[in-house]
C-alpha cells in the first residue's frame, strides 16, 4: 500500500514538473536589465573580441549542443536568445537567456539562467554557465 501510494505521487510529481504550462515571455527577459537572479540562478557578464552577432552565435552554438536543452524564444538577429534545459531524472526545466551587445572593442556577453521550480539547483546553472562560456571560447 505504501509503494502504490509513493509510485502515485511519484508519478504526480513528475506530471507537474513535466506538464505545467510555461510562458516564454516570462523568461525571454533582457538579461542585461534584469536584476540578480534568485536564489539557484546565475548573471555571468564576458567579454569577447567578436562582433555581438558572432559571439552569440557562438554562445548559442554551445547551448544548442547542451543535452535535454531545447530553444524556447528569440534569435541571432535580435541579439537574444532563450533555452530550457530539464534535469536528467526528475526534468526541472532551468531557463538560460543569452543576450550580446557591442561593446570596446568587441562584444558583452550575458547569461541569465533561472529556476523555474524551487529555489536551489546545487550549483547546476553556475556550471552551465561556466561551460558554455569556456566551450565557446570565451
Do not use: C
Not at 92 to 110: I, S
Not at 123 to 130: K, L, T
Amino acid at each position: 500500500m505504501v509503494f502504490w501510494g509513493a509510485l502515485i505521487v511519484f508519478v504526480a510529481l513528475q506530471a507537474i514538473v513535466r506538464l505545467t504550462p510555461s510562458d516564454p515571455a516570462r523568461w525571454h527577459v533582457d538579461p542585461f536589465a534584469a536584476a540578480d537572479p534568485a536564489p539557484g540562478g546565475v548573471k555571468r557578464l564576458v567579454t569577447a573580441p567578436l562582433q555581438p552577432e558572432e559571439a552569440l552565435a557562438r554562445l548559442s552554438a554551445v547551448a544548442q549542443t547542451e543535452p535535454r536543452t531545447r530553444h524556447v524564444a528569440g534569435s541571432v538577429e535580435e541579439g537574444r536568445l532563450t533555452y530550457r534545459t530539464r534535469s536528467f531524472f526528475w526534468g526541472f526545466p532551468d531557463y538560460t537567456t543569452l543576450a550580446a551587445r557591442p561593446h570596446e572593442g568587441g562584444a558583452e556577453l550575458v547569461i541569465l539562467g533561472r529556476l523555474r521550480f524551487g529555489k536551489a539547483d546545487f550549483g547546476v546553472n553556475a556550471r552551465r554557465a561556466e561551460a558554455w562560456i569556456e566551450a565557446a571560447g570565451f
